[in-house]
């Protein structure tokens, strides 16, 4: 099957990839070639945020000597998702990796038509589209998910106990993307839980499409603007690009600033002197175990992991602002944290919106 179409595909492969192909690359073909690609979502591939985090993950496979190639493509146009996909498996790709809730569907159509291939999605909990019974799950397909509603908890906790207003803000995404909103949600009831009585200002961009939710950096800076302008001191941006210029905008006009994903302290360098936290999936370090645990069972080791696989959250250090945080908000931040992580304490915020 590997050898399918493999000319043709690898033609195809050379045009659509980054300038940074070489003529060095491998022929993905050969079993011992062990080649690993990336179809990111509509985000670019450095947008500091959630494509970025997966596409280091994949280096980071690569560098422990478990990947031998990495590539990835940039999807510019949502209904290029299986075409996207079908170019890396039809070069003879052992692993594909799909980043975000949109591929989902693609992604398990593909797995089903490729079954020597493994596929990870990330943020493509594995509900659909038949059921949660495992029996039902793709031996070579598994998704990487995380508690977002934990990450958003404690961030939103931090921000209640570092705000002097009494009104904080959250930038996200469309709420029709489930991690989001739990972001999102998250946040508040984290900031509630330590403050009943806080204004939590949580404002999705759902009014646009999926082509646009995650990539409109001056819409995340307006509506940012907008909540400073109401009095918040602490901002929280969810959602790619777009959640980074509201974290911008929150630097730029001295308060303080929230990021998503990975430790965006060192991702928005603009940002760094008003960073917080960040409300941290541990992305890299998933796909690059979930990389290696794929080559392990091609070569005959333990089965994959199929259906849903639970990666971590939490919260990034203070950085700058370290001596900022007061000694009883990093005591009750952490305590917070031990209190999730053990399930003593719940967020309350469901899987999906109701």
């Given at each position: 099957?590997?050898?399918?179409?493999?000319?043709?595909?690898?033609?195809?492969?050379?045009?659509?990839?980054?300038?940074?192909?070489?003529?060095?690359?491998?022929?993905?073909?050969?079993?011992?070639?062990?080649?690993?690609?990336?179809?990111?979502?509509?985000?670019?591939?450095?947008?500091?945020?959630?494509?970025?985090?997966?596409?280091?993950?994949l280096q980071a496979a690569r560098e422990a000597g478990v990947a031998?190639?990495?590539?990835?493509?940039?999807?510019?146009?949502?209904?290029?998702?299986?075409?996207?996909?079908?170019?890396?498996?039809?070069?003879?790709?052992?692993?594909?990796?799909?980043?975000?809730?949109?591929?989902?569907?693609?992604?398990?159509?593909?797995?089903?038509?490729?079954?020597?291939?493994?596929?990870?999605?990330?943020?493509?909990?594995?509900?659909?589209?038949?059921?949660?019974?495992?029996?039902?799950?793709?031996?070579?397909?598994?998704?990487?998910?995380?508690?977002?509603?934990?990450?958003?908890?404690?961030?939103?906790?931090?921000?209640?106990?570092?705000?002097?207003?009494?009104?904080?803000?959250?930038?996200?995404?469309?709420?029709?993307?489930?991690?989001?909103?739990?972001?999102?949600?998250?946040?508040?009831?984290?900031?509630?839980?330590?403050?009943?009585?806080?204004?939590?200002?949580?404002?999705?961009?759902?009014?646009?499409?999926?082509?646009?939710?995650?990539?409109?950096?001056?819409?995340?800076?307006?509506?940012?603007?907008?909540?400073?302008?109401?009095?918040?001191?602490?901002?929280?941006?969810?959602?790619?690009?777009?959640?980074?210029?509201?974290?911008?905008?929150?630097?730029?006009?001295?308060?303080?600033?929230?990021?998503?994903?990975?430790?965006?302290?060192?991702?928005?360098?603009?940002?760094?002197?008003?960073?917080?936290?960040?409300?941290?999936?541990?992305?890299?370090?998933?796909?690059?175990?979930?990389?290696?645990?794929?080559?392990?069972?091609?070569?005959?080791?333990?089965?994959?992991?199929?259906?849903?696989?639970?990666?971590?959250?939490?919260?990034?250090?203070?950085?700058?602002?370290?001596?900022?945080?007061?000694?009883?908000?990093?005591?009750?931040?952490?305590?917070?944290?031990?209190?999730?992580?053990?399930?003593?304490?719940?967020?309350?915020?469901?899987?999906?919106?109701?």
């Open positions: 099957m590997k050898k399918l179409y493999a000319v043709v595909a690898i033609l195809v492969l050379a045009a659509m990839l980054i300038p940074a192909c070489t003529p060095t690359a491998p022929d993905c073909t050969l079993p011992e070639v062990f080649c690993v690609g990336m179809v990111t979502d509509v985000g670019k591939i450095d947008d500091k945020s959630f494509n970025q985090s997966a596409w280091e993950g031998d190639w990495v590539q990835y493509i940039e999807t510019t146009d949502a209904k290029d998702y299986d075409k996207n996909i079908q170019t890396f498996a039809d070069a003879g790709y052992d692993v594909i990796v799909t980043v975000g809730f949109a591929l989902g569907e693609a992604t398990y159509a593909a797995a089903a038509a490729y079954p020597e291939i493994y596929f990870i999605g990330i943020d493509q909990f594995q509900e659909w589209p038949y059921d949660d019974d495992p029996s039902n799950d793709l031996a070579n397909f598994t998704s990487l998910n995380f508690p977002e509603d934990q990450a958003g908890f404690l961030v939103g906790a931090l921000a209640a106990m570092m705000s002097d207003t009494g009104t904080i803000g959250a930038v996200c995404g469309t709420d029709a993307v489930p991690p989001v909103w739990r972001f999102g949600e998250g946040y508040r009831a984290g900031a509630t839980y330590i403050n009943p009585d806080i204004n939590v200002l949580v404002v999705y961009h759902s009014d646009v499409g999926f082509d646009k939710t995650f990539t409109d950096p001056e819409w995340g800076a307006a509506t940012a603007g907008s909540m400073i302008d109401q009095g918040a001191d602490v901002i929280f941006g969810a959602g790619g690009k777009t959640g980074n210029g509201a974290v911008i905008e929150a630097a730029a006009r001295g308060v303080y600033a929230i990021g998503v994903d990975t430790d965006q302290y060192y991702t928005l360098p603009e940002a760094a002197s008003m960073m917080l936290s960040s409300a941290m999936k541990l992305i890299t370090p998933g796909v690059a175990e979930l990389i290696s645990l794929a080559r392990d069972a091609q070569n005959g080791g333990a089965a994959f992991p199929a259906g849903n696989y639970n990666g971590q959250a939490g919260y990034a250090p203070y950085h700058d602002l370290e001596d900022m945080v007061p000694q009883d908000v990093k005591d009750r931040m952490e305590e917070i944290n031990a209190m999730l992580l053990s399930g003593e304490l719940q967020t309350g915020v469901p899987p999906v919106k109701p």
